[in-house]
């Protein structure tokens, strides 16, 4: 099992900026990439941005939200950050971090959310 802390979340005007984290504990060895989740009210949960465990920084994002976030990953610290610049009221949402597993290759592992509010 691995276990996901996510910190950082609060209410911010639009253009500013938050930096979201993700402490992992347990299991880490079993990890093969972490990733950032958002569901907004109402809405299904989306993909926001991953990045490779170990070994190279290979990252992805979702289209709305590239040039404005950044994920990166401390591997000494077990963390795996957000960081979210010029927000748009539109990123309101519960945002989630999720392990992927090398075993299932699924996002099989949750944090509980952390709440983001950009207010326009």
């Known amino acids: 099992q691995v276990q996901l802390v996510e910190s950082g979340g609060g209410a911010v005007q639009a253009g500013g900026s938050l930096r979201l984290s993700c402490a992992a504990s347990?299991?880490?060895?079993?990890?093969?990439?972490m990733g950032w989740f958002r569901q907004a009210l109402g809405k299904e949960r989306e993909f926001v941005a991953s990045?490779?465990?170990?070994?190279?920084?290979?990252?992805y994002y979702r289209n709305s939200v590239k040039g404005r976030f950044t994920i990166s990953r401390d591997n000494a610290k077990n963390t795996v950050y957000l960081q979210m610049n010029n927000l748009k009221a539109e990123d309101t949402a519960v945002y989630y971090c999720?392990?992927?597993?090398?075993?299932?290759?699924?996002?099989?592992?949750w944090g509980q959310g952390t709440q983001v509010t950009v207010s326009s």
């Open positions: 999720a392990a992927r597993l090398k075993l299932t290759g699924d996002f099989g592992s």
């Open positions: 347990g299991r880490t060895f079993s990890v093969y990439a």
């Open positions: 990045i490779s465990w170990r070994g190279g920084n290979t990252s």
